[in-house]
Each structure stands twice: as C-alpha cells, then as structure tokens.
C-alpha cells in the first residue's frame, strides 16, 4: 500500500458507508480492513439474527455486497477517480449457516481485470468489475456472493 492509498483505508470506508447506508447502522457494519489487497467488513450476529438464531440471508447479503461496494469505491477514490459504484447484477449462495459474527471478504480482482476496468473508466467515464465476496463461518466458506459493479465517473 502507497501512501496515498493509505489514507482510504477503514477510517474512510467507514465513514462513506455510515454516511450513505442508513441500513449499515442498524445492522452494525464495521470495516476491520481495507487496502489494496482486500476489504473485509463484518456485523454483530444479535442485530442480524434471524428467529432460528443464525444470520438472516438478507443480512449476509447486505454485508456482502457493501464489502464488494466498499472495495470499487476504495479503488475510485485511492486513484483519484471522481466517480460512483452500484451494484449491477450479483447472485449469492447460501451455503451453511452463519452462528456467529457476519464477516465477509473480498481480495482483489486479477491485475488484467483492474485494469480492464480501469481503461473502460479512463476512455468511457464507466466501467464494470466483477467481484466475488466470500463469507467464511467457523472456517467454512457460508455463503458466496458474486457481483458486477458498476461506475460512473461524475459529471
């Protein structure tokens, strides 16, 4: 991590995404890290428990998709992109279920698919990503989210 890449780090991310969530409060969002090589954000079980006690798949679905938004939104800003990230399309698998602490990672995308994206920013002022956030319980992959997001750089 450069230093100017540093300075969006969690504090940053945190920031942006209680600022422009409302729902990230009520669920308890907290990014624990963010860098070029990944973000990882997480919830408390008890804000998101459903009423068999295990994490409601709408809430997994929420973290994960706000880690996914919280990596191309990081990206856009730590490379002085004045642009916006939504989800486009994603799907997700709910493998086993989550008894415990909601915490969900995404690692950067291949170098070629940066770039790709970054190239399409740069010539079009839009650009797409996919994304793949995995949610890991008890050392178990729980739930898998894939994800294309979308940016436009602002006018």
Not at 34 to 49: F, I, M
Not at 61 to 70: C, D, E, H, I, Q
Not at 80 to 105: C, H, K
């Amino acid at each position: 991590m450069t230093k100017h890449t540093a300075k969006f780090g969690c504090d940053y991310l945190q920031k942006r995404i209680a600022g422009e969530f409302m729902l990230a409060k009520h669920i308890g969002i907290v990014v624990e890290s963010a860098d070029d090589s990944a973000v990882v954000l997480r919830a408390p079980l008890a804000l998101n428990a459903n009423y068999k006690g295990t994490a409601f798949g709408g809430s997994l679905y929420s973290v994960a998709v706000l880690t996914g938004w919280a990596w191309v939104t990081r990206y856009l800003a730590a490379r002085g992109f004045a642009a916006d990230a939504v989800i486009q399309e994603s799907s997700v698998r709910f493998l086993v279920p989550v008894q415990g602490e909601l915490r969900a990672s995404v690692a950067a995308p291949s170098a070629a698919q940066i770039e790709k994206f970054r190239k399409m920013l740069q010539r079009a002022g839009r650009g797409r990503i996919r994304l793949r956030v995995e949610i890991i319980y008890n050392q178990t992959l729980a739930a898998l989210f894939e994800g294309v997001f979308a940016a436009a750089l602002r006018q």
